[in-house]
């Protein structure tokens, strides 16, 4: 199973919450340019963006703290960081994706390692 997205919006949907799923939205980066800008410059996060392919992610020229997830080939959690402004992550061999959020927000989505999430891609008209 190969996943390709294009740059664009969608829903992140991390299920057996306890709640039967949460949604929450996204961001895919999936264009070199898009993947090197990321969070770059912003000062809060609406929802999570998902950097495609990627394996490490670096905050330099970040303004805020990230929780950062990385993910499998089929999207399950393999490992969360939160890392501070000015920190460069160590590639995670079996990552394929990284997903990035506002420091704290992922426990509680119920993002954690062995979590297989889905990604929805929002139709452009």
Known sequence: MRLRWRDGRGTLTVPDTGKGGLSVPLEIAA???????????????DGAM???????????????????????RDLTVLAVRTMRPGRLGLPRLRARHVLEAEAGV??????????????TVARSH
């Open 50 to 72: 998902l950097l495609s392919p990627a394996n490490s992610v670096h905050t330099f020229r970040m303004r805020i703290p990230i929780d950062v997830a990385y993910l499998s």
């Open 106 to 119: 992922m426990a509680g989505w119920g993002v954690r390692v062995g979590v297989r999430v889905e990604v």
């Open 31 to 45: 264009s070199y340019r898009a993947r090197t800008r990321g969070l770059l410059g912003r000062d809060s996060v």
